[in-house]
């Protein structure tokens, strides 16, 4: 997984009826652009540092 800052990081529901979550990549902690990555969410703004397997990434359109 190869990713960029601005673009978003999505992590789909492991269970049913669980959230599906978004958030935009702030930081990249690697210059490759491997992870981890700092993500803000868009649902609570809160800032963490990630993935985990269940996260795929979506390019910023540029």
Known sequence: MKART???VVVDAV???GE???G???T????DGTPPYRVR?????RTTLFPGP???IE???R
């Open 6 to 8: 601005g673009d978003r």
């Open 15 to 17: 269970r049913l009826g």
């Open 20 to 22: 599906r979550r978004v």
């Open 24 to 26: 935009i990549i702030t």
């Open 28 to 31: 990249i902690e690697h210059a």
């Open 41 to 45: 969410w868009l649902s609570d703004g």
């Open 54 to 56: 269940e996260t795929h």
């Open 59 to 61: 390019a910023a359109t």
